[in-house]
């Protein structure tokens, strides 16, 4: 399988001056308009790639920590990790298990099935900044499926969408782009027995994180602090799929090293 744009060439636009999220906002509709604005016209078979903050705003997932009601499990945890206990509960609610408390960060396996520090909530980038945190969505690719239904009615062309969050990894320092969701888009290429190398050898091994790759290329344009650039438009892959999930590309913990 060819895992590179049908003419070798790959095109990734941020979209410029998306308004501040705010909850039930059409994030279809802000992505339309937003093209429009820059002059850009959204494509058959363009992936539009979307950072998760602003599908959770829009989705509600804005918590005041005063509404918070720390249990004594949380209170403990809070001690070892020097933390607010409000938002040590909340990495609670949001997790399945906590893997690791060391050096300030509570490593978990989020809900959705990836492994993260504090479960992803956020206090970056947030109007009402100190005591509110931002939670993931809780069903990334879900809202990924909708928004693509909802901007190729609109539209009239077939597109892809992710939603990405940005994570560390394993054996490396650094955030990189990563897919939470997606919807019509291949999210993992599989070349173990189905390919050769340049010398006749069979893949063994090669398994591609497709849509992550994806999500760290339009990283490069929307950005990762305070850039406002939430939403980018990858031009040039032709590889839609109506049947991947993004949970593919989640490691299964039989087969996780660091556990």
């Known amino acids: 399988m060819n895992t590179r744009s049908a003419n070798n060439k790959l095109e990734v636009i941020a979209l410029n001056n998306v308004p501040s999220i705010k909850e039930n906002d059409d994030i ?3 992505i339309i308009d937003n093209s429009k604005e820059d002059n850009l016209e959204i494509q058959k078979n363009d992936i539009v790639v979307i950072a998760q903050k602003i599908i959770s705003k829009s989705e509600g997932r804005l918590i005041d920590l005063q509404t918070v009601f720390a249990s004594d499990q949380a209170k403990e945890i809070a001690k070892q990790a020097s933390k ?3 938002l040590v509960e909340l990495i609670i ?3 399945n298990e906590i893997i690791r408390i060391q050096n300030g960060v509570i490593i978990v396996e989020h809900n959705l099935g990836h492994i993260l520090a504090n479960a992803g909530i956020d206090q970056s980038n947030i109007e009402n900044g100190d005591g509110h ?3 993931l969505p809780k ?5 990924a499926d909708q928004i693509r239904r909802d901007l190729e009615l609109s539209l009239g062309v077939k597109v892809g969408v992710i939603i990405t969050d940005s994570m560390g990894r394993a054996w490396r320092l650094g955030t990189t782009g990563h897919a ?3 919807s019509g888009v291949k999210t993992i290429i599989d070349l173990r027995g189905k390919s050769k190398d340049l010398f006749g050898r069979e893949l063994k091994t090669t398994v591609i994180g497709f849509a992550d790759q994806i999500a ?4 490069l344009v929307t950005g990762e602090s305070n850039e406002g650039k939430p939403v980018a438009i990858v031009r040039g892959i032709d590889m839609p799929s109506d049947s ?3 949970n593919d590309l989640i490691r299964p913990k039989k087969e996780d090293l660091f556990r």
């Open 93 to 95: 609610q949001e997790s």
């Open 133 to 135: 945190v931002l939670l």
């Open 216 to 219: 760290s290329a339009a990283a």
């Open 180 to 182: 939470i969701g997606s």
């Open 28 to 30: 279809a509709k802000i």
């Open 84 to 86: 607010d206990a409000r």
């Open 139 to 143: 069903n990334p690719s879900k809202s």
């Open 244 to 246: 991947d999930n993004v």
